[in-house]
T-cell receptor, first 110, second 116 residues
Framework: GQSLEQPSEVTAVEGAIVQINCTYQ??????LSWYQQHDGGAPTFLSYNALDGLEETGRFSSFLSRSDSYGYLLLQELQMKDSASYFC???????????FGPGTRLSVLP | GAGVSQSPSNKVTEKGKDVELRCDPI?????LYWYRQSLGQGLEFLIY????????KSGLPSDRFSAERTGGSVSTLTIQRTQQEDSAVYLC??????????????FGEGSRLTVL
């Protein structure tokens, strides 16, 4: 089956840089997405990598390496409001289903 | 409204009762998804609609779960004879059909279901 793995928790201090990894076991997919979800809120889209390499959007960057079955989300200049859960997701090639990882809970400390 | 709207936001029901959860996608979005999220867990895929048809319903956990979409817009997820393990937040998401190339889904706030 298709599966994605993420660390369950990450802790960092305000102003720091943190990297959240996503490794996957799937025979192929269209791209890797990242979502942020605050407690009790809806997941919101952050970034998408269709191709290998780095995508940058403000303080957030995302990276994909298909050859290594690996991607990551990089958050810079951490702020307290970045405390949330972060999910990676892939769209499978033979259906329209997006498969989500288990999520990483980020805690930003003052 | 501009976003995906779900109702009810909270539903408490007794074991064995039927429940209906509603999703209003963003206007013009042809793709609609239902996911389930248990407390502190990831998102579990339930069903996908393209227009009014459901080409992928592989995630429905049992025949107690069903969903329909009418007019290419509103969708209803129905759970019959609810069980305690059905307690979760049910999330609806939509996207423009071909914008799947961007990997972006637009989620609603979810319907929190509690089965006593």
């Amino acid at each position: 089956g298709q599966s994605l793995e993420q660390p369950s928790e990450v802790t960092a201090v305000e102003g720091a840089i943190v990297q959240i990894n996503c490794t996957y076991q799937t025979s192929g997919f269209y791209g890797l997405s990242w979502y942020q979800q605050h407690d009790g809120g809806a997941p919101t889209f952050l970034s998408y990598n269709a191709l290998d390499g780095l995508e940058e959007t403000g303080r957030f960057s995302s990276f994909l390496s298909r050859s290594d079955s690996y991607g990551y989300l990089l958050l810079q200049e951490l702020q307290m409001k970045d405390s949330a859960s972060y999910f990676c997701a892939v769209r499978l090639p033979f259906g329209q289903n997006f498969v989500f990882g288990p999520g990483t809970r980020l805690s930003v400390l003052p | 409204g501009a976003g995906v709207s779900q109702s009810p936001s909270n539903k408490v029901t007794e074991k064995g009762k039927d429940v209906e959860l509603r999703c209003d996608p963003i206007s013009g979005h042809t793709a609609l998804y239902w996911y389930r999220q248990s407390l502190g867990q990831g998102l579990e895929f339930l069903i996908y609609f393209q227009g009014n048809s459901a080409p992928d319903k592989s995630g429905l956990p049992s025949d107690r779960f069903s969903a329909e979409r009418t007019g290419g817009s509103v969708s209803t997820l129905t759970i019959q004879r609810t069980q305690q393990e059905d307690s979760a937040v049910y999330l609806c998401a939509s996207s423009p059909g071909r914008a799947l190339n961007t990997g972006e889904l637009f989620f609603g706030e979810g319907s929190r279901l509690t089965v006593l």
